[in-house]
């Protein structure tokens, strides 16, 4: 389970004295121990993913302001614990596999992208989901000129 395996990580990080990735680890637990509050029960290996994939979100999103800001000391602390984050979500798909994979979904689906273009959007997104960020998909799309 990916729950069991990072509060083992926070266990070594803890013995190891690796205090920022032990500072993302507790974060990350915390944010999970939330969600389990909130639905009483146990996550699943799946919404565990989720949920790390949201906190990569708001750390992409600090980094882009602190960029913005020009502040050199958050850029580097959440450059770090991007990098931290990272290591516990899944690996996307590289640029040729997706749009391998989008172009097998546009043949697949070519009736209901030929009704209704946007559609292809939809089921690539359903179908990608977890294996690509939801900008990339589109971008994709865009890209092969197969909707929009």
Do not use: F, W
């Not at 944010?31 to 790390?52: G, P, R, Y």
């Not at 850029?75 to 994979?101: A, F």
């Not at 009736?111 to 960020?133: H, T």
């Amino acid at each position: 389970m990916v729950k069991n395996k990072l509060q083992e990580q926070q266990i070594a990080a803890l013995k190891s004295n690796d205090g920022p990735k032990l500072e993302v680890l507790r974060y990350i637990l915390s944010q999970v121990q939330n969600k389990e509050i909130e639905k009483q029960s146990e996550l699943t290996d799946e919404e565990v993913i989720q949920t790390i994939k949201k906190i990569g979100k708001e750390l992409k999103e600090s980094l882009e302001s602190a960029q913005k800001a020009g502040r050199q000391d958050l850029i580097e602390k959440h450059r770090r614990e991007l990098e931290i984050v990272s290591i516990y979500l899944p690996k996307e798909l590289s640029d040729e596999q997706l749009e391998t994979e989008v172009k097998k979904l546009a043949e697949e689906n070519k009736s209901v992208a030929q009704q209704n273009p946007k559609a292809l959007i939809g089921i690539c997104m359903k179908a990608l989901q977890g294996k690509a960020d939801p900008g990339r998909i589109l971008e994709m799309i865009q890209k092969l000129e197969l909707s929009v």
